[in-house]
């Protein structure tokens, strides 16, 4: 008004969340990159892939495991878990179920 008093007031609002996922995808993706081409270690390279993902996404168990369907077995270079112990490269056996 003429005194200077606020009459009324502009908002905008934006929902950014889409933007913000995209930022961390990339994010996630720059540091999977960049531990790709800082170690030819598989096991160090899956644990930074691991620690990457954590502060996205509910990650405390994560592991890899890589099926070889000649032998019907499943290797896991990569087993972190809060209860179970995992060997490195543990080899298990995968049989059909039984009806």
């Known amino acids: 008004d003429s005194n200077g008093n606020t ?5 905008s609002l934006r929902d950014i969340s889409a933007r ?3 930022e961390n995808i990339n994010l996630i993706l720059y540091k999977i990159s960049s ?7 598989t096991p160090i390279f899956l644990k ?3 620690e990457s993902l954590k502060p996205f996404i509910e990650a405390e168990n994560f592991f890899v495991g890589l099926y070889n369907e000649a032998q019907k077995t ?5 087993y972190a878990d809060e209860k179970d ?3 490195p ?3 298990l056996p995968m049989t059909a179920a039984k009806a």
Request: hydrophobic fraction near 45%; aromatic fraction near 14%.
């Open 48 to 50: 930074q892939v691991h």
């Open 85 to 87: 112990f995992m060997a």
């Open 35 to 41: 531990a790709l081409n800082s170690t030819a270690d």
């Open 20 to 22: 913000k996922q995209t």
């Open 89 to 91: 490269y543990s080899v």
């Open 74 to 78: 499943l290797t896991f270079p990569y």
């Open 7 to 11: 009459i009324g007031a502009i908002e």
